[in-house]
């Protein structure tokens, strides 16, 4: 089953220095029929404005990746850990017995970011944060794999979960796998999923398939995050 749930219906939270919208309850959005996909908690589709960001705050088991559509995003926590990521890359934070971390946007100009929180399936782990650049070239036969609990992804998170993006240049059409239930993000441009029209902002969800087909009707940029659901 595919449901896209577009852009204009995400719940928006607009502060001044950050403009979110929300595509699960989050903060002061909260919406009980969108509490969540199975271990995906949260995902904020964030644009912060340059010189702002947010200040030190803490977290603890929680995964927290942060994928950068423009700009970049600027790191710091209380465990000495300071990185800068730009556009296309990702950091992955897990924040087990606790961590205190800051997030700035600290370029000339807007910085867009898809913040992701996942559950953890282990808690009281210590702390980590890790970031990783990675290939820019349009993808032509499948999606790179980021993030993954199996030690098969540069980057490593607590939970059987995986994390593809790519690039697609107009035209190109290849399969990707469904190893439990995944959320697609459309970070650029417009694309087919087995036939539904979905654009750059739209979130789509799926489950109870193998695969699914990706067309891009222009070039596109897009990301899938794949998940246990509740019963898994």
């Excluded at 980057?155 to 994390?163: K, P, T, V």
């Excluded at 469904?178 to 459309?186: D, E, P």
Aim: with cysteine.
């Amino acid at each position: 089953m595919i449901t896209v749930y577009p852009y204009e219906q995400l719940g928006q939270a607009d502060h001044g220095w950050l403009n979110a919208r929300h595509h699960f309850s989050f903060g002061g959005y909260r919406n009980p029929k969108r509490t969540g996909f199975g271990a995906l908690l949260v995902i904020n589709d964030d644009v912060i404005q340059a010189g702002t960001g947010f200040d030190t705050h803490p977290h603890q088991d929680m995964e927290i990746i942060t994928y950068v559509r423009k700009g970049a995003i600027t790191h710091r926590d209380n465990k000495g850990n300071e990185g800068r990521t730009v556009a296309g890359d990702v950091q992955v934070m897990s924040a087990g017995t606790g961590i205190f971390h800051s997030e700035y946007n600290l370029e000339s100009e807007d910085t867009n970011i898809y913040q992701i929180w996942i559950l953890p399936n282990k808690s009281g782990v210590k702390p980590v944060w890790d970031a990783e650049s990675f290939p820019t070239e349009p993808a032509t036969d499948a999606l790179t794999l980021l993030v993954s609990g199996d030690g098969k992804a540069p980057l490593s998170i607590h939970q059987n979960a995986h994390i593809y993006a790519g690039r697609l240049a107009v035209g190109t059409t290849f399969p990707h796998p469904i190893h439990q239930q995944a959320y697609l993000l459309v970070s650029k441009g417009e694309l087919e999923i087995d036939g539904k029209t979905v654009k750059k902002g739209d979130g789509v969800e799926i489950s109870g398939q193998a695969s699914i087909t990706l067309h891009a009707l222009t070039d596109c940029e897009v990301l899938v995050i794949d998940v246990p659901g509740n019963d898994q």
